[in-house]
């Protein structure tokens, strides 16, 4: 192993290695790559949701309002607390999901 | 200050990792340990505070702010802003004194945002941290990291501003020092002050009740905001935007999230007002530059991280 984990977004395409130790999303953003979207960094905010479809993983501490206990069963992670065990194949969700950050609020529309 | 409400008084955030949340208050902001309680709860000061503590983190599974109290100048005044606040019909709930140690009893009632906050009058006062009463020196030898100098305002997201803006103005006392307004003069931002500063609270409109975008700690120079920026980087904190300087408030600012994901803000300098200043009035098609002076754009995560 040495090397590291390659991570593969099947969504996008994209590929990237996660070192020992280092989680999904902060070796992405090492590498440049943008297929994750980036919150807090610290399991807190949802934004980095994604789906494990392929491989082991170890999680760190998540929102329970974020990743409670059926959505992790489903591999339904946050990648900035994602760390490979081996090989990754991790897919984007559809941002939106009931109680989520909505896409309506005027806020957002005012941008 | 006109109905006793007086100033800011704490903050309980809710963490994932009490051990991780405290080394990042604590050698990160600078922020000191007072003490903790049998609900795991550990109380935290910034330097200059004279009360014993303005920062609680309280270990839970989801992070977010559980609420945020006032200090109000007296008893008697807390039992007319008791009153008022049942006139206005607001449901108020009562929590004794010791439920935080060291603090009287606390008037708690939430806002039409879905934020919870609290008055009181009582906090157990400790002074200034690391220097005498008399004569005091410039500063404590032994602070670390960014050395908050004080737990200044919050920051947070919620809908029904017109109705949190009338509780807070007419039966708390609060007075507008700035606002978003859109194209059909809708409030769309509110920061709300007791002082001359350019907010002790503040509102961003948001779909979903009871949002936490950050907390905010004082420093006093822009050299204190490069070198907490500094500090991000040398400990590898996830940084949000900064440092730049706010157009609202014009203060000079850093974001940035503890480990549980947590905004939390240091900045310096920013405008005064008093209560006679007419609010200063930024439109929504400047919104960018509104909150981020510099860029001039906001960022994805202004708007949508939340805890
Ligand atoms: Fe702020």
Redesign the interface.
Known sequence: MGIGCQVTNRTTGDSFTCTEGQSVLKAMEQWGVKCVPVGCRGGGCGFCKIRVVEGEYECGKMSRAHAPPEAIEQGEVLACRVYPVTDLTIECLEPSAPGETSEQTTTRALR | MKKGVMRPGHVQIRV??MDEALKHYTDLLGLIETDRDDHGRVYLKAWTEVDKFSVVLRPA????MDFMAFKVVDEASLQQLEKDLADHGVEVEQVPEGELKDCGRRVRFNAPSGHTFELYADKKYTGKWGITEVNPEAWPRGLDGMKAVRFDHCLL?GPELAATYDLFVNVLGFYLAEQVL?GDGTR?AQFLTLSTKAHDIAF?????KGKFHHASFYLETWEDVLRAADLISMTDT?IDIGPTRHGLTHGKTIYF???????NEVFCGGDYNYPDHKPVTWQ?EQ?GKAIFYHDRV?N??F?????
């Open positions: 994932l990792d599974e989801e992070p977010g997201y859109d769309i961003i409109h948001h779909e979903e996830s999230f503890d480990p549980s994901g947590n905004r929504a919104l906001l994805e995560r708007l949508t991280v939340l805890t």
